[in-house]
């Protein structure tokens, strides 16, 4: 990509509680967005942090943009704020636990600059160590009434890279650049998700719905250890499990608008719910329960959605599938 087709990026990093974390990784932000040729802006969105972390940017970082949230909102009402603020079209969000490469950022923005179709981009990410890989691009299987999307896939080593792009189920909130327009015009992350879990996949679903495209580039590299700030000490971990178990369920059922997958995906609910007692799996069965306690609001975010559609369940899944059935590349 030459230099005249590059534009200024915002990088936006929700933040609560985050000072050590900022102190360590913040510094490789910065001299990404130094060698980046058009350069741009960093905001830190503070979620309500009690650990001096607004001073102490001020202090040490006087460069970086600071919005400070007066109480924790959490990581979607953080993120939104962030882009709201952003000066540039282009906005790359990233966790306050995540070092970039000094060059990750030109191969990450440059989907999104050639094509406007394209929503969001994510990295590459390795293990702290930069060695172990983590993430890579996100693999969506319609299994047992439910999308799966925990696992990755990478490209060979060595391998040459065509023209079509790699595809991507969703792009992490961690370390991914988004079109700023597109996002505004989803209204952003929904906040029915707070604390944190689901919401990026969320969002990234809703763009698939209305024909946008979602791309993994493995020449942008960042550095991240998964669930650091969540599984840090600040939760428990059932809270967690139940959190995590309770907005997967709120994404299925206000995004499925095919009958079929819907009518699959409440046979095999209905069915998982015994078996989670039997199991003695009451983190589960109390998920289902927390999830009915906001049908008022699913119901309406669903009728948006299913009025905003133009692409339909069945044929994401079929294009899923056919991607990873015809490109070169590894499941991880």
Known sequence: MGESKQKPVSIVIPSWNGRELLERFLPSVLRALHAYPKGGEVLVVDDGSSDGTVEFLGRHFPAVRTISLSFNEGFAAAANRGFMEAAFDIVVLLNNDVEVKADFLTPLVRPLLEDDGVFASCARSLDWDKKTFRDGGKIGQWKRGFWRVWKNYDTPPGAERGSDPLLSFYCPGSFSAFNRKKWLQLGGLDGLFKPFNWEDTDICYRALKRGWRLV??????????????????????????YVSRRNRLFFHWKNLTDKEFLRSHILFLILSIPLSILRLDLVSAAAVFGACRNLSQIRKRREVEKASSLVKDIEIKNNYNNFMNSAAIVVK
């Open 216 to 241: 993994y580039e493995p020449r942008s590299v960042v550095y991240h250890r998964p669930n650091t700030t969540i599984s840090g000490g600040a939760f428990r971990k059932n809270y967690i499990r």
